[in-house]
């Protein structure tokens, strides 16, 4: 029933997929993946002894109360399917006649390798119980291959994920069952072709595929130009990834926005222009989304750690809008002196602070269909020019932005939860005048609808400006500012915290200064700094450390947890989670402190391309 002639090499799934496919997500080897992912730090973790407890008592509820329900319903053992492809897995999205109505074709490609046997006996033991069931299927042959099309009623598809969802304690999963699996059937296509497991819901994909397999000829998303060069940057070194056609959805959006335009025409008045929302064409334009003809994203090791990359296939030539802000000219991007070693988080962009505000001006101008952000800056202008005539915001606060944006967080004060959800961070902007600018923001603050003020203090030779709510906030005193800021040197400064503002405003400099980190510095190398615009640093050693602190003093549960960070969960929720992921059985940071280390990660261009990329180092003491 089921072809299993074994093709001497299955091709990659850009030889596979139609040239127009719309996006692809690929594991090329799923046994590699497997493999990189055991020698990473987390894994090796994992396996730790001083995590048996919490694991062992992790995996027994989790096969308990996860695995056995859904086995239970679906009357099948999931460890005979989670090893059972060992080649590539991916998913397409497939471009087709009726696109625009119906969305892309999905398609799933998986290969079993060797197990191309155990795949067949599954197929036919899933198709067994589905006639068992009552269920409707019929058998369709594409190119040959025998497919097996199961007929999907709604009200049954319901009914499974309702039993699914009962087993966790979700009750009401949807109220209004269709009253026949008849209505809203839909059909999904499952075959198999040597060691390759086919799923989709539309033949002619499905066709289009096996066509590749044979050797048609037919043009594939390897004749891609944009796919092309997203696999020559880091497809063919990556563990997986994934790709989008950015021009193509693009198209099929102003495509389908076209048509609605044209049906309608005859049948609405003279519409106003401000009335006339932008068209998608114009959106994209003004964002300078228009020049990018792919996305894409990759995983992948070398020996000195892992990275993770993410791409916009656009010419330097094509770049506008938002785009054409990136750095075309090489700028430090280290840390300054005064960012201390032991900071949790640290990021440095230079982008051009007042091209940066004419750009948005002029991609919501272009956007919108009345100037709002004209009218705005008229509206602050006329409002302080009554107290000072000379005032000019464009002059007194635009010009005065450098091109030096930096930020920087060090470790939460204390292990209590509020702490560890707020820790002091402070922000810095770049100004050729920075007095200048700290005056236009004391200015404009109050006026912005007297709900707030500006109280002045001096410190340290300098002047410190907070600013104060003119109303009792909620569980806050009046006199507690929002924000204070000063001007230091270069920098305008903010923060919310008090204490880190006047360490800063002292200019005493750290003991230990970050940019005296070897292994960072080592790290940084990986980004191609030269012609970036943008660098951050995240401590996950340190991030870490306070977070299993706070949780060993304060007799944390995973359900505080859910609480600090604002995840909304039921009590009967929270007992289950609970019940299963027991944080009191987790070791202390020394126990495990060896697989924590630090992530780097920049945004630079190339003459082809603006890439996002992030590096993680192997922590020192994992390297072999």
């Given at each position: 029933m089921l072809s299993t002639t074994q093709a001497a090499t299955v091709p990659p799934a850009e030889r596979l997929l139609p040239h127009d496919t719309l996006a692809v997500f690929s594991?090329?080897?799923?046994?590699?993946?497997?493999?990189?992912?055991?020698?990473?730090?987390?894994?090796?973790?994992?396996?730790?002894?001083?995590?048996?407890?919490?694991?062992?008592?992790?995996?027994?509820?989790?096969?308990?109360?996860?695995?056995?329900?859904?086995?239970?319903?679906?009357?099948?053992?999931l460890a005979d399917y989670t090893n059972l492809i060992t080649g590539q897995f991916t998913i397409g999205f497939l471009n087709t006649e009726n696109v625009v109505e119906k969305g892309p074709a999905t398609i799933l490609i998986a290969d079993a390798g060797d197990r191309a046997s155990q795949l067949q006996s599954n197929l036919i033991a899933i198709r067994k119980k589905w006639v068992d069931g009552g269920n409707k299927l019929r058998t369709e042959k594409i190119r040959d291959v025998e497919f097996t099309v199961y007929i999907i009623g709604q009200k049954k598809l319901t009914e499974t994920f309702q039993k699914i969802a009962e087993k966790f304690g979700i009750t009401e999963l949807q109220e209004d069952l269709d009253e026949t699996n008849t209505v809203n059937e839909s059909e999904l296509y499952v075959?198999?072709?040597?060691?390759?497991?086919?799923?989709?819901?539309?033949?002619?994909?499905?066709?289009?595929?096996?066509?590749?397999?044979?050797?048609?000829?037919?043009?594939?998303?390897?004749?891609?130009?944009?796919?092309?060069?997203?696999?020559?940057?880091?497809?063919?070194?990556?563990?997986?990834?994934?790709?989008?056609?950015?021009?193509?959805?693009?198209?099929?959006?102003?495509?389908?926005?076209?048509?609605?335009?044209?049906?309608?025409?005859?049948e609405e008045s003279e519409v106003s222009v401000f009335a006339k929302p932008p068209s998608p064409a114009q959106i994209f334009d003004a964002l300078g989304l228009s020049g990018v003809r792919a996305v894409s994203a990759a995983y992948y090791e070398d020996a000195d750690g892992v990275y993770f990359e993410g791409l916009a296939f656009v010419p330097?030539?094509?770049?506008?809008?938002?785009?054409?802000?990136?750095?075309?000219?090489?700028?430090?991007?280290?840390?300054?002196?005064?960012?201390?070693?032991?900071?949790?988080?640290?990021?440095?962009?230079?982008?051009?602070?007042?091209?940066?505000?004419?750009?948005?001006?002029?991609?919501?101008?272009?956007?919108?269909?009345f100037p709002v952000a004209d009218q705005l800056i008229a509206m602050i202008n006329s409002a302080m020019r009554e107290k000072n005539p000379d005032f000019d915001f464009e002059k007194d606060f635009v010009k005065n932005l450098g091109d030096d944006f930096?930020?920087?967080?060090?470790?939460?004060?204390?292990?209590?939860?509020?702490?560890?959800?707020?820790?002091?961070?402070?922000?810095?902007?770049?100004?050729?005048?920075?007095?200048?600018?700290?005056?236009?923001?004391?200015?404009?603050?109050?006026?912005?609808?007297?709900?707030?003020?500006?109280?002045e203090r001096e410190f340290a030779g300098r002047k410190i400006y907070s600013v104060i709510p003119t109303v009792v906030r909620q569980s806050k005193s009046a006199k507690e500012p929002i924000i204070s800021f000063a001007a230091v040197n270069r920098y305008i400064a903010f923060s919310s915290d008090t204490a880190l503002l006047e360490e800063f405003v002292r200019q005493k400099g750290p003991d230990a200064k970050l940019r005296e980190n070897e292994q960072l510095m080592r790290a940084l190398r990986k980004l191609e700094l030269d012609s970036a615009t943008g660098v951050s640093y995240l401590n996950n050693a340190v991030s870490m450390k306070a977070f299993l602190g706070s949780l060993k003093q304060n007799g944390g549960t995973v359900t505080n947890i859910a609480d600090l960070f604002g995840i909304p969960l039921e009590a009967q929720q929270k007992e289950k989670l609970a019940n299963w992921i027991d944080v009191t059985l987790l070791p202390s940071y020394d126990a495990i402190s060896k697989y924590f280390h630090f992530q780097v990660t920049s945004l630079f261009t190339t003459p082809e391309a603006v890439i996002l990329r992030s590096f993680a180092p192997t922590p020192p003491m994992l390297k072999k």
């Open positions: 594991i090329p080897s799923v046994k590699s993946l497997n493999e990189a992912s055991e020698r990473s730090p987390m894994m090796q973790l994992w396996r730790d002894p001083a995590m048996r407890p919490f694991r062992e008592n992790f995996t027994k509820k989790f096969e308990s109360t996860v695995v056995k329900p859904i086995e239970d319903v679906l009357q099948i053992k075959g198999q072709k040597g060691s390759l497991l086919l799923v989709g819901g539309d033949p002619k994909s499905l066709e289009a595929v096996l066509a590749s397999l044979d050797g048609s000829g037919r043009q594939t998303l390897s004749d891609s130009p944009s796919f092309k060069f997203c696999s020559s940057y880091h497809f063919r070194k990556s563990q997986w990834y994934l790709w989008i056609n950015v021009r193509g959805i693009m198209d099929l959006i102003i495509k389908a926005y076209d048509e609605e335009q044209k049906k309608a025409k005859d330097m030539g094509e770049r506008k809008g938002l785009l054409d802000l990136l750095t075309k000219e090489k700028k430090d991007l280290m840390p300054p002196d005064f960012v201390a070693a032991e900071v949790a988080t640290w990021a440095r962009w230079r982008i051009d602070g007042a091209k940066f505000w004419n750009t948005m001006l002029k991609v919501a101008g272009e956007i919108l269909p930096i930020s920087y967080e060090m470790p939460p004060r204390t292990s209590k939860p509020e702490d560890l959800a707020s820790p002091p961070k402070i922000y810095l902007i770049g100004s050729g005048d920075p007095e200048k600018l700290v005056t236009t923001v004391c200015t404009v603050i109050p006026e912005l609808g007297g709900a707030l003020t500006v109280k």
